[in-house]
């Protein structure tokens, strides 16, 4: 962990922001304001690995599920010291293993450096807990069948949180609409994740596929994830991926673009994901979702608007009546509410665990076959 990574942290802690040293997008943003307080608590969770600022959403979302946050254990003072004055109720432990050996800490949340999140999960499940982790939860295909092994053993939830569905209003909202069938039956999804670099802000690890997976295991696991949701799959294949580093000389193993297509028993998918999000945008990246169904199509717009909207979460449909625009800015998030229904009553109401690890596993057999030019 050098100054930069925890600059980036510092930063991200005030903003919300999607990445080290940049703007928020709408989701995230939610996270800058002071953190929701639950009306009864219902279950008790900690934090372990606090070097991504995701970890402020996360937690927002499983307080305002009814968790109670009790303890926070990092390595870095300057991050704890950032962390706690957020959420003053959050005890610093000494260690890991105090908040794995506190018999009443049922959910262990991690925004870590990327490659430590899956070992963490195992030892988090072993000590008998539910894990809730940043993506990319997992950045080997060695460290998912573990993650698989302990998970099927030990009966405990790991869930990956992938905001880009669970805490996007825009989102959660298209869910709904094709649920009730507003575009008929889904052929295909096209996701888009471009991102803002931002050099200067980036920590050495950041530069390093072995540490952050590759571009198609970190920022693709989003775009797998809304892939097998929208189309119903619970199988599916890589059809091709691609990587390359375009325009990144002074880090030649930096991957800044790649894409992929993957073929399911419910529908096909694109993805594609990039570092080359221009200073002139007024957030970190245009994050698109477009739904192809035999009815209609959806197009999200994740954080920005282009045409001049404000703010994000933009949904647009298409059918055979007109084009219309659907506001989602009261649209309920449920994930955290759901994943503490989950962890009490033993049940798959947020995300199937199948679904969590398949979608995973898409994103790592993409990585690890994609062609690099």
């Known amino acids: 962990m050098n100054r930069l990574d925890r600059r980036g942290f510092l930063k991200q802690s005030a903003l919300g922001a999607a990445g080290l040293g940049i703007a928020a997008s709408a989701a995230e943003t939610a996270s800058a304001a002071p953190p929701p307080q639950a009306s009864k608590a219902r279950l008790r969770f900690s934090v372990i690995g606090i070097n991504h600022g995701h970890i402020n959403g996360m937690s927002d979302a499983v307080i305002r599920g009814g968790g109670e946050m009790v303890a926070v254990f990092a390595k870095e003072p300057d991050l704890l010291a950032a962390f706690t004055k957020r959420y003053p109720q959050a005890k610093v432990a000494a260690s890991e293993r105090e908040i794995l050996d506190d018999k009443s800490i049922q959910l262990v949340l991690s925004a870590s450096i990327p490659d430590e999140r899956a070992p963490l999960g195992v030892r988090v499940m072993q000590a008998g807990k539910d894990y809730l982790v940043d993506k990319p939860g997992i950045t080997t295909l060695e460290q998912l069948a573990e993650a698989r092994r302990v998970q099927a053993s030990t009966k405990r939830i790991y869930s990956i949180c992938y905001s880009e569905r669970f805490e996007n209003r825009a989102t959660v909202k298209a869910g709904e609409l094709v649920k009730g069938g507003a575009i008929g039956k889904v052929v295909q999804t096209v996701g888009l994740g471009p991102h803002r670099v931002t050099p200067a802000t980036r920590p050495a690890w950041f530069w390093e596929p072995a540490r952050y997976g590759g571009i198609i295991c970190d920022i693709g696991s989003h775009q797998f994830d809304q892939f097998l949701f929208f189309t119903g799959s619970t199988t599916a294949e890589v059809v091709a991926a691609q990587v390359r580093n375009v325009n990144h000389p002074d880090h030649p193993a930096f991957q800044d673009f790649g894409d992929a297509m993957v073929r399911g028993n419910g529908g096909t998918g694109y993805i594609r994901l990039d570092w080359f999000t221009p200073d002139g945008l007024p957030t970190w990246g245009d994050g698109r979702l477009t739904i192809l169904g035999t009815e209609g199509f959806i197009e999200i717009r994740k954080n920005v608007d282009i045409g001049g909207r404000e703010g994000g979460n933009?949904?647009?449909?298409?059918?055979?009546?007109?084009?219309?625009?659907?506001?989602?800015?009261?649209?309920?998030?449920?994930?955290?509410r759901l994943l503490v229904d989950d962890v009490l009553n033993r049940t798959e109401t947020a995300m199937p665990q199948a679904h969590c690890f398949l979608a995973t596993e898409l994103a790592l057999r993409a990585q690890k076959q994609a062609r690099t030019s």
Do not use: E, N, Q
């Open 314 to 336: 933009h949904l647009f449909i298409t059918d055979a009546k007109s084009v219309r625009y659907v506001d989602c800015k009261d649209v309920d998030l449920p994930f955290g």
